[in-house]
């Protein structure tokens, strides 16, 4: 059974400062995996997209790894902002279907 | 460029009912997906529509339909409405199916009440 699993579910962390969020999947065959951002009562923006080949992308202030030998994906967030507060999803694609993560919500206190 | 819009915003109706929500995904875009989301659940995916024709569908019970029309523009019916429906109801549309790595652009959102 296909799974994509978050870590932490939350977190809170200070202005300015950095946090990591972890993505851990089984999924298979892989084809992609993706980082959402969901504001809340918004829906979900896409924040980066990667394939099997690709190993970083960046998007500002968020940067995704992908190690797809490992099925682990992960999250950064530099020099945090209080817009950042929302909740971060992973999805993983098998080429057909999605499988969503539960997400990480992340809190930026002032 | 338009984003995804959904309509209505939000709903309320009562158990037993049926609903119908409404999705035009951004111009020349032609899968529209379906999810809902619940606080305990997170999002949980309920179909995709692709070129007028199912293309995926998730484990939600029969009362949970859609179709998708010529222009790409999508609905979403829920039959015999129960309390565990109330939730969030997003679609999300991409160039192509989803999964092979096109972005998804997501609409606001018809937040559902059943009481």
């Known amino acids: 059974k296909n799974q994509v699993e978050q870590s932490p579910q939350s977190l809170i962390i200070l202005e300015g400062k950095n946090c990591t969020l972890q993505?851990?999947?089984?999924?298979?065959?892989?084809?992609?995996l993706r980082w959402y951002k969901q504001d809340t009562g918004r829906g979900p923006v896409s924040l980066t997209i990667?394939?099997?080949?690709?190993n970083t992308k960046s998007n500002g202030r968020y940067t995704a790894t992908l190690d797809a030998d490992t099925k682990q994906s992960s999250l950064h967030i530099t020099a945090s902002q209080l817009s950042d507060s929302a909740s971060y999803i992973c999805?993983?694609?098998?080429?057909?279907?999605?499988?969503f993560g539960a997400g990480t919500t992340v809190t930026v206190r002032a | 460029k338009a984003g995804v819009t959904q309509t209505p915003r939000y709903l309320i109706k009562t158990r037993g009912q049926q609903v119908t929500l409404s999705c035009s995904p951004i111009?020349?875009?032609?899968?529209v997906s379906w999810y809902q989301q619940t606080p305990g659940q997170g999002l949980q995916f309920l179909f995709e529509?692709?070129?007028?024709?199912?293309?995926n569908k998730g484990n939600f019970p029969g009362r949970f339909s859609g179709r998708q029309f010529s222009n790409s523009r999508s609905e979403m019916n829920v039959s015999t409405l129960e309390l565990g429906d109330s939730a969030l109801y997003l679609c999300?549309?991409?160039?192509?199916?989803?999964?092979?790595?096109?972005?998804?652009?997501f609409g606001p959102g018809t937040r559902l009440t059943v009481l």
């Open positions: 529509y692709f070129s007028e024709t199912q293309r």
């Open positions: 990667m394939t099997f080949s690709e």
């Open positions: 111009s020349g875009h032609r899968s």
């Open positions: 999300a549309s991409s160039l192509a199916q989803s999964g092979r790595g096109y972005t998804q652009y």
């Open positions: 999805v993983v694609s098998d080429d057909y279907k999605l499988s």
């Open positions: 993505c851990n999947y089984t999924v298979s065959p892989f084809s992609n």
